[in-house]
């Protein structure tokens, strides 16, 4: 799991992951056989990247010259901010519990809840936020 959680972590630039949900994305990642393929090929390139210098820069450089590890990668990432796998052509993907919706990094990166979550006490939104 650590080892997972590393990749995570390399791919996403976040150092405080939540390993409750780095469990569930795990056994997303590997639902079919080419993508626990494609996540072994990640796994590969990230344990040579993690010895660098700059462990960010040399998976990247690494991810350029192998396309199944480089889908694994975009993959994690959009898996880790938007609490889902990506789509597959027009079906969108559900959550797959309601801690992957909530604990979404997008939330982080654009500063807001998530839909559904107030974040406050009841009348809340009457009051500007604090700055």
Do not use: N
């Amino acid at each position: 799991m650590s080892e997972f959680l590393t990749i995570s972590r390399l791919v996403t630039g976040v150092d405080d992951l939540d390993a409750a949900l780095a469990e569930t994305y795990r056994a997303l990642m590997r639902g079919t056989a080419a993508a626990a393929r494609e996540l072994a090929a990640l796994q590969s390139l990230a344990a040579v990247a993690v010895t660098a210098e700059e462990p960010e820069v040399a998976l990247k450089a690494a991810l350029a010259g192998d396309c199944a590890a480089a889908a694994a990668a975009r993959r994690l990432a959009y898996l880790w901010y938007a609490g889902r796998l990506p789509p597959e052509g027009k079906d969108e993907a559900p959550f797959p519990t309601e801690a992957a919706y909530f604990g979404g990094l997008l939330w982080r990166v654009v500063g807001a809840h998530p839909p559904g979550l107030s974040g406050g006490y009841t009348g809340h939104w009457r009051y500007a936020p604090d700055a």
